[in-house]
């Protein structure tokens, strides 16, 4: 039901993301160093670090919401400072404070944005994708009142209603219960399986990542210092217990 088609321009051999030598700084203040990454299309991306490590930063580079201070970064092709549109209309993303008019629905809500995305029939998306969400008990409540985990998933609804074919998750487990959690970990591995979208996530919780992600990488103090499948990572660390043990290791490996 995506409203995109593809255009004579799109390149569909290009990957889904792709940085080059990116950097970005806050001033005199470089939270982002040189990376390097590549991500194809249908992976579940992993995107791991400290806090101020610099992930969101990546991130809202890659939404076209700040432009790198240097380097390239592109989304589908599209570079996300000279083709922002193109960029645009292939995302959605879940920031890590979702943000809604409190007094309208959920649908209300969520159909403002389809008609900013320029879905064509957007009430129609709109039930569609509450009912693929398994949310549609929300569509008629007023936001205002929702608890943490519901914002969140009328949250992933205003995100995939236009059928983004990459979706940026910005610490997405954050004030969660483990119910929520869960149902996040299900509805992210659906979006991919069912709708083949592309996930980028970021978060500081590799133990999620490795029930989720397909690959993953670890950025610290801006500079990517990991980046393999999970299959690998776990290959390649087979002596550790857990997942946050080897996530201690690679950072103390980069130090």
């Not at 950097?23 to 939270?31: P, Q």
């Not at 400290?50 to 930063?57: F, I, M």
């Not at 659906?190 to 592309?198: E, I, K, S, V, Y």
């Not at 996930?199 to 393999?228: P, Q, R």
Request: contains cysteine.
């Amino acid at each position: 039901m995506g409203n995109h088609v593809m255009t004579e321009t799109e390149q569909p051999s290009a990957p889904a993301i792709e940085l080059e030598a990116l950097c970005h700084s806050y001033g005199d203040t470089e939270v982002l160093r040189h990376i390097d990454l590549r991500i194809e299309h249908g992976e579940i991306f992993g995107f791991l670090g400290h806090n101020g490590a610099g992930k969101t930063t990546a991130v809202n580079i890659l939404t076209t919401l700040i432009a790198p201070t240097a380097g390239t970064a592109k989304v589908c092709g599209f570079d996300v400072a000279a083709q922002r549109h193109e960029v645009t209309s292939r995302i959605g993303y879940l920031p890590a404070d979702v943000r809604m008019y409190p007094h309208l629905t959920a649908r209300e809500n969520v159909e403002f944005f389809a008609k900013l995305s320029g879905v064509k029939k957007p009430s129609t998306a709109v039930d569609e994708t509450f009912e693929y969400l398994s949310c549609s008990d929300l569509a008629d409540k007023r936001v205002g009142s929702f608890s943490t985990g519901m914002r969140q998933r009328v949250g992933i609804a205003q995100a995939i209603v236009h059928r983004p074919q990459v979706l940026f998750l910005d610490e997405p487990t954050s004030g969660l219960d483990p119910v929520g959690v869960r149902q996040l970990r299900e509805t992210i591995i659906r979006l991919n399986a069912d709708l083949g979208m592309t996930v980028f996530m970021n978060t500081h919780l590799l133990s999620e990542v490795a029930k989720v992600c397909t690959t993953i990488g670890v950025l610290d103090h801006g500079e990517l210092i990991y980046k393999d499948t999970i299959a690998a990572t776990t290959e390649r660390f087979p002596d550790e217990t857990s997942l946050e043990d080897i996530y201690v290791r690679m950072e103390r490996s980069a130090s």
